[in-house]
Structure formats: C-alpha cells, structure tokens
C-alpha cells in the first residue's frame, strides 16, 4: 500500500511543467531540422547535466563513441553543446567533457528562420520575374518556367505527358502571406 503511493508522487514529480514541455519541444524540433532526429539520445542524456565525458554519453544511451562524437561535433557545430579536455592522468590521453547550451536553442530557431524567410523571399523573386510563365506536369511531377519547358519540349520530363501553361499568381500570393506570416512572428518573438 505504502510502495503504491510512493511510487505514484514520484510520477507526479516527474510530470513537467507547460514552460519545459514547450522548451524541449523546440528542442525536438530544432535538433532534428539541423542535425537530425539520431541526435536526439545525446541531447536528451546531456539535459540538465554539466560536464560529461563522451564515454559515459556512450555507455549511458548503448552507442559508439565514434558516434557520439560525430553527434556532439554537429551539435556543437550549431553551438548546441559546449565542452572543454582535459588529460586523463590513468590513461594519459585527453577525454572532453560536454554541457549542453540550452540557451543556443532559441539562437538557432531564430536563425533557422531568417534563413527560410530569405530562401522564400528569393523564391518569390523568382516567381514574380517569370509570373505568367511557368508550365506544370498534369500529374504534378514537374513544374518549371518557359526557358525550361522549350528545352524539354513542353513535356514531362519524369512521365512524358504535355506541360499545362499555369498561372503563378495563386502561387506568388501564397509566398506573400508565408512571409507576412513569418515576419509578424518575428516581430513577437
Ligand atoms: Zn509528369
């Protein structure tokens, strides 16, 4: 009887609170669109630790050091991690110890924006410069602008079905209210 409730108020505990949960959700996502959802063992093992050796990161998650490593360098490629060596005096070689920088998460979210807010306004550029003139596959398994299509011959190069001329304005607005959107955001954060 008493075992059951002790072992239920640790799992209240453990519960986290909505400000955590948001936090290691952006986390989640980060990681994964930066270096990859394999990365996720080490960052989740590091979180709310300091200074720990690759070796126990390995042995902790059951992978390679070899892996590990090529893990913590991505992420510390992305400022994601800090670390500092120091020589082992047992074993006489250097052993690096790593923290995981929570504070280079929103950096990096930020970042990632800018980026795909740039990548849309040049795709919107490029819309806009060939607005009218852009010819797509009745099945959808392409899509290009006039110069292109000439030289494949109004046909699909991936089914060999005849490209539809297409309007692009729908398509130029849908980029438009993507970097509205964006930039609003922005301004919040
Ligand atoms: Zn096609």
Redesign the pocket.
Known sequence: MTKKTSKRNRKVRRVKTGIQRLSSKLTQSIVSQSIGEEAMPVVEYLKGKRDISEFQIAKKIRAEVGFVRKMLYALQNHNLVTYFRKKDREKGWYISYWTFNQKGVPELALSIKRNRLQMLKERLKNEQKHEGLFYI??????RMEFEKATEVDFR??????P?QHQDNGKTIERIKENIMEMEQEKAVA
Do not use: A, H, I, M
Request: net charge neutral; proline share 15%; with cysteine.
């Open positions: 596959c009745p099945q959808f398994c392409s699909c190069p991936e089914c060999g079905k490209l």
